[in-house]
């Protein structure tokens, strides 16, 4: 529990921040727990259930100081994604789906951080989680119109929705519409006169209270309906088991995909604050604050960007804040929630879009194509995914874009020739003419492990690269130490083939690096080494320097043997 053993060194003039970052982050939480509960599809409570033992739990197993752990954007998109078509408009049975995605999905995160899978959290690349998110933000956005317009949409997804639009227009009830502006006046009032107030909870209080005064339900708005407050309590599962089927391979993606945004979140304010986190503590962290929430009723958590903004900027120092804002968010989840029943879902439409918003990031998405377009049209592939076809197989297609991206990268990577520097430096022959190629010897280095799916593209690269040489070459030395990680025959085979090859030329093949692996692998490969079969040196230098030397010796041999014949 690396969060318990900060608490135990806990330093008494941290209280006084921690306190007020605490009550700061209380303040955000509660109206986008309630939020981001409509936007799952269950009671408003259970956002709050959502907050408090994640909250409690990620304090003592976490490994960062400032963050947050409740419900995000994403990962109530996914989950309501996925789970209202299963369950059928039966309310029940939609909770307890829910809850079980998030014990599966805590149970994937713990598996992972047993098997040390903490590098997944560079799983899935920046341009591929910014389309990601931008998708996700842009689905919730078009979502909430519902709410704020007083309609409800017929179509699942987003192109269809889209469609319908002018359809949907005309069914507007207005004063649903006039309650949702006048929310967002409220918000944008606040956050202008008073910018560290939170301008989320006082536009839903506000807008609760103008309920509760003027008995607007009579008038056609919807509000969140009655809050049963209290302790959670367990349910007995009333679905079918074999419906668990379907939501293995969802809750290992949303399980991949939190973990993946709260480790960036988790790193970039360790790094302002000047401290690291352990990404398989975080996985294991993230996994049990997640069964915590399954065990208390709630649904699936994740880091929160905006809650550990707030943190930062009210100078949280330790977990001490998420204990405190838990047990604020606690007491109003079991003894205050009669208020909550009169907050209009058209108020929560608008939070939702703010906090939606936030997530977009189009700007940054277009300057891409200026700064890497194969990054561009990864991003761009992924965020039309998620708009057209679709949150969870957007998500499926992400995860398989890392996966193919990553593949891509060992199958065909980048390769150089070298030479050397006027210092006799060992570096990459480019345009600069800063390295000279030397005599007779033809250097390569090929930038990626080599297994049985690159091999034949290595052997083919060399081949052609070898082609290109101008000068008589009688020695080809192969960089054994990007390339050599580890034993694979179908690699070892290649290796000979090629040595085959270059003798037919009348040309050596040399590795440099890796020697005494190198030397066990061939014994086991039955590959031959020294004068019968491959060179292999300690090191490019000494490799260098053995033929140089060679050079010299037949040189000097040479000039020996017209004076002998002369004498």
Not at 6 to 16: M, V
Not at 128 to 149: D, E, P, R, W, Y
Not at 424 to 451: C, E, Q
Request: aromatic residues 10%; contains cysteine.
């Amino acid at each position: 529990m690396p969060g318990l053993n900060t608490l135990c060194h806990y330093e008494k003039s941290w209280f006084a921040d921690d306190v007020k970052a605490a009550l700061s982050v209380a303040a955000v939480a509660l109206p986008v727990a309630i939020a981001y509960a409509q936007l799952t599809g269950v009671n408003a409570v259970v956002g709050l259930y959502s907050c408090v033992l994640p909250m409690l739990v990620y304090a003592l197993f976490g490994t960062s100081k400032q963050l947050i752990v409740g419900p995000d954007a994403a990962t109530c998109a996914v989950i309501a994604a996925l789970i209202t078509p299963l369950a059928a408009g039966d309310s029940t049975k939609h909770w307890q789906l829910v809850i079980t995605m998030t014990a599966m999905t805590g149970f994937w995160c713990i598996l992972a951080s047993r098997f040390k899978l903490g590098v997944l959290a560079d799983f899935l690349s920046k341009p591929i989680l910014m389309g990601l998110l931008n998708g996700v933000a842009i689905t919730v956005i078009v979502g909430q119109f519902s709410k704020i317009f007083g309609f409800t949409f017929d179509e699942r997804y987003l192109l269809e929705r889209l469609g319908g639009v002018p359809t949907y227009l005309a069914q507007t009830h207005f004063p649903t519409l006039t309650i949702a502006l006048l929310t967002l006046a409220i918000y944008f009032g606040i956050k202008r006169l008073r910018p560290t107030w939170p301008a989320s909870m006082f536009a839903i209080a506000l807008g609760a209270s103008l309920v509760w005064l003027f008995k607007l339900e009579q008038f056609g708005i919807k509000t969140i309906g009655v809050v049963e407050g209290g302790l959670p309590l367990f349910q007995t599962p009333e679905f079918n088991v074999g419906i668990i089927r379907e939501l293995v391979m969802p809750a290992l993606n949303l399980a991949i995909i939190s973990f993946v945004s709260m480790m960036l979140t988790a790193r970039s304010f360790a790094a302002k604050n000047g401290y690291d986190v352990d990404a398989d503590k975080e996985f294991m962290a993230l996994g049990i604050a997640n069964l915590a929430s399954a065990v208390s009723q709630g649904f699936a958590v994740s880091g929160a960007s905006s809650r550990t903004a707030v943190n930062d900027a009210n100078g949280g120092k330790s977990q001490l804040v998420s204990i405190i804002a838990a047990g604020i968010i606690a007491i109003i989840a079991i003894f205050f929630t009669a208020p909550l029943e009169f907050i209009p879902s058209a108020a929560l439409g608008v939070v939702l879009i703010i906090a939606s918003i936030h997530l977009l990031d189009l700007k940054m998405v277009w300057k891409l194509r200026l700064k890497d377009r194969q990054a561009f049209y990864l991003t761009l592939t992924t965020l039309l995914a998620v708009l057209f076809i679709g949150v969870i197989p957007g998500i499926t297609l992400a995860v398989l874009l890392g996966l193919f991206q990553f593949i891509r990268t060992v199958m065909r990577p980048t390769d150089h020739i070298l030479g050397v520097d006027i210092n006799g430096v060992v570096r990459s022959l480019d345009a600069s003419d800063k390295a000279k190629a030397v005599d007779g010897i033809f250097i390569y280095r090929f930038n990626s492990p080599l297994t049985y799916f690159n091999s034949s593209f290595f052997k083919r690269r060399l081949l052609e690269q070898y082609a290109r040489q101008k000068d008589d070459i009688e020695c080809v030395i192969i960089d054994a130490v990007p390339c050599f990680t580890h034993l694979d025959l179908s690699v070892m085979a290649m290796l000979s083939d090629l040595e085959v090859i270059f003798r037919k030329r009348g040309v050596r093949l040399e590795l440099a690096g890796r020697k005494r692996q190198l030397l066990a692998w061939f014994e086991k490969a039955e590959i031959k080494s020294g004068h019968e079969g491959i060179y292999v040196h300690s090191d490019l230098y000494l490799a260098l320097r053995m033929n140089q030397k060679k050079q010299i010796t037949e040189e000097n041999s040479a000039k020996e043997e017209p004076e002998q014949t002369s004498v």
